[in-house]
């Protein structure tokens, strides 16, 4: 079955640094893709980056970018110049191409202190 | 477009009674998905649609537990007979190409059974 697990419940960073959140996967699809997901305490689901796993390059979108480790199946965020807005329960997300089930993490509690 | 508009937005319930969540996706998209977020579980996939066909339902919980898209403007979740452990936020999504691009989240409904 896939499972996709984020070790850290919450990190904190202060405006305009750096930080990155973990996400480890296991599947047995040979194409599938991995998202990250921001849900800011509005409850809106919304779309950070997306990665094809069949796909060398890291994934980038403006201050967000991907550290994708396809052998270590190892999918990390980095945000940065955070900025407050950023202030958000983030989630990794697996969909295989085939039969396996669609996965989201348990989500890391990011807080971005002033 | 408006979005993925779900209704009610909040829905407060006695144990035993049947609860009907509605959701219109986005026009054009052609997957529909429904999730469940609790504290303990996260977020997980109930069921999600192809061209209002049922594509995987193996993540709805139980037969009191039901889906239904008669067309493509419109989704229903059935709970019947309702359990306080069915208290949750259930967010509907729709995508375009399938769960491996974007998916794009209505707000939720905040379902308290007492």
């Known amino acids: 079955a896939q499972t996709v697990t984020q070790s850290q419940p919450e990190m904190s960073v202060q405006e305009a640094e750096t930080v990155t959140l973990s996400c480890t996967y296991d599947?047995?699809?040979?194409?599938?893709?991995l998202f990250w997901y921001k849900q800011p305490p509005s409850r809106q689901m919304i779309l950070v980056i997306r990665?094809?796993?069949?796909?060398?390059q890291n994934a980038t979108e403006n201050r967000f970018s991907v550290n994708f480790q396809k052998a270590a199946k190892s999918f990390s965020l980095k945000i940065s110049d955070s900025q407050l807005g950023d202030t958000a329960m983030y989630f990794c997300?697996?969909?295989?191409?085939?039969?396996?089930?669609?996965?989201f993490g348990k989500g890391t509690k990011l807080t971005v202190n002033p | 477009d408006a979005g993925v508009i779900q209704s009610p937005r909040h829905e407060v319930t006695e144990m035993g009674q049947e609860v009907t969540l509605r959701c219109k996706p986005i026009?054009?998209?052609?997957?529909l998905f429904w999730y469940r977020q609790t504290m303990m579980r996260g977020l997980e996939l109930l069921i999600y649609?192809?061209?209002?066909?049922?594509?995987?339902d193996s993540g709805m919980p139980e037969d009191r537990f039901s889906a239904k898209m008669p067309n493509a403007s419109f989704s229903t979740l059935k709970i019947q007979p309702s359990e306080p452990r069915d208290s949750a936020v259930y967010f509907c999504?729709?995508?375009?190409?399938?769960?491996?691009?974007?998916?794009?989240f209505g707000p939720g409904t905040r379902l308290t059974v007492t």
């Open positions: 999504a729709s995508s375009w190409q399938g769960p491996t691009y974007e998916q794009y």
């Open positions: 599947t047995s699809e040979n194409n599938y893709y």
């Open positions: 990665q094809e796993a069949y796909k060398q």
């Open positions: 997300f697996c969909a295989g191409g085939g039969s396996e089930k669609l996965v």
């Open positions: 026009s054009g998209h052609d997957y």
């Open positions: 649609f192809n061209n209002n066909v049922p594509i995987d």
